[in-house]
């Protein structure tokens, strides 16, 4: 181990980009990739759940459609990311087809809340500071986006962290 290796890891930071470059190659094609397939899936979730609370409404003549009044994007789409990103595979179904997780810079999974709050941090910077916010990852070694270093997340490719961490 060299005195980088050690300075490295002595700011928490397990997953180095100059001797692992393969983590992080081809990182945002593959989150971008990960996106639309979620963005598709929480539009699928989205009208099941609002069908299901159709169907409700009927059935307690009319009483269940109050539950339209609520955020239901936002609640379909932050239980989606909590449960897929929270979850033991550390992935939404999007980033598992594209190839890629989330860990902690420390080298752990996130839980359910990290999930969500990425989430919300994401659709909070790209809304109030424009997409222009994700070049933020064209200038990160390690492919970051400003929501990631803000929680101190890491998106990397799952075959090479499965390889070098046995």
């Given at each position: ?53 159709l169907a409700m409404g009927v059935i307690t003549l009319g009483v269940a459609w109050f539950l339209f009044a609520l955020p239901l994007f936002a609640i379909v789409a932050l239980l989606y990311v909590a ?84």
């Amino acid at each position: 181990m060299t005195h980088y290796d050690d300075a490295y890891r002595a700011a928490g930071q397990v997953f180095d980009p100059v001797r692992e470059p393969e983590l992080f190659d081809g990182v945002l094609a593959k989150r971008f990739f990960a996106f639309i397939v979620d963005a598709i899936l929480i539009g699928f979730f989205l009208l099941l759940a609002s069908i299901v609370i159709l169907a409700m409404g009927v059935i307690t003549l009319g009483v269940a459609w109050f539950l339209f009044a609520l955020p239901l994007f936002a609640i379909v789409a932050l239980l989606y990311v909590a449960l897929t990103l929270g979850g033991p595979k550390a992935a939404t179904p999007g980033m598992r087809l594209a190839g890629v997780t989330i860990r902690s810079t420390d080298g752990e999974r996130i839980g359910a809340i990290i999930a969500a709050a990425h989430a919300l941090l994401f659709w909070f910077s790209v809304s109030v500071l424009t997409p222009l916010v994700l070049l933020v990852g064209l200038f990160s070694n390690r492919k970051r986006l400003l929501h990631d270093m803000l929680l101190g997340t890491v998106i990397m490719n799952v075959d090479p962290l499965a390889r070098t961490r046995r």
